[in-house]
């Protein structure tokens, strides 16, 4: 993968935002997904924030390479700190991480938002805490989408601010969109979840010292996939 060539789920994040967007992709690693949509003309502008030095210094790199220091400006930062003012953002990207490490960034980086940005995200599990920080700061669910890719499946969740809304615990955990589509790839994933809450369930059995709590949540769980897959 680079600028020129993004992953699959990347691909489906740029589907996301939106032209003309002034994106700050938050965790931008090599800044792979500000380059390519600065590339193909997408954006007005963008920040790519980094926290860690060594891929900071590889999206200066490739900012640089690819003559786009007038659109993309590369920022050594933590979280939305990576965010000023002056920047206009109108469009967050968080991608591979976990959905509880952007609720921390989210909820740690709150001044730095204005209430108006489009949030897409792309979370390496943890998606139920991060659809629950959502719907409790006032953030619709406006599409989804799940896909598989090298083995594993990636959740998107694109949500915008809007008035106060309300999900369901069994939404929480599917997804309100994604649960009503009931998509191929949606099915796939949540049969595998299915057996693997089956396995640990069978393991705990055997187990001593298994935490009843997480015991019956995983029984929920199993009742709600049975009653979504039929």
């Known amino acids: 993968m680079n600028e020129l060539t993004l992953s699959q789920r990347l691909e489906r994040v740029a589907a996301y935002i939106a032209p003309g967007a002034r994106l700050a992709d938050i965790g931008s690693d090599h800044g792979y997904l500000p380059v390519a949509l600065a590339l193909r003309g997408v954006l007005e502008a963008a920040v790519a924030g980094e926290a860690a030095v060594t891929p900071f210094e590889s999206a200066q790199r490739n900012v640089k390479r690819n003559g786009l220091e007038h659109r993309v400006t590369v920022r050594l930062a933590d979280g939305l700190e ?45 998606e139920q805490p991060l659809r629950q ?20 499946d990636y959740e998107i969740i694109v949500a ?10 069994q939404e929480l955990l599917f997804g309100p969109l994604l649960m009503r589509e009931k998509s191929a790839a949606f099915i796939d994933k949540w049969q595998r979840m299915r057996r693997q809450r089956q396995m640990a369930l069978a393991n705990f059995a055997r187990a001593r010292d298994v935490p009843q709590d997480k015991a019956r949540l995983f029984a929920l ?5 049975e009653q979504l897959l039929g």
Not at 221 to 225: A, G, N, V
């Open 160 to 169: 915008e601010p809007a008035d106060p809304v309300s999900y369901s615990a």
């Open 133 to 152: 920080w959502l719907m409790d700061n006032r953030y619709r669910i406006v599409a989804e989408e799940v896909l598989r890719e090298n083995r594993f």
């Open 221 to 225: 769980h199993i009742e709600w996939i």
């Open 82 to 126: 990576a965010i000023e003012v002056h920047d206009h953002i109108d469009t967050v990207s968080l991608c591979g991480m976990g959905g509880e490490t952007m609720v921390e960034i989210l909820q740690r980086g709150k001044a730095r938002l204005h209430g108006r940005e489009r949030l897409v995200l792309q979370p390496n599990g943890g």
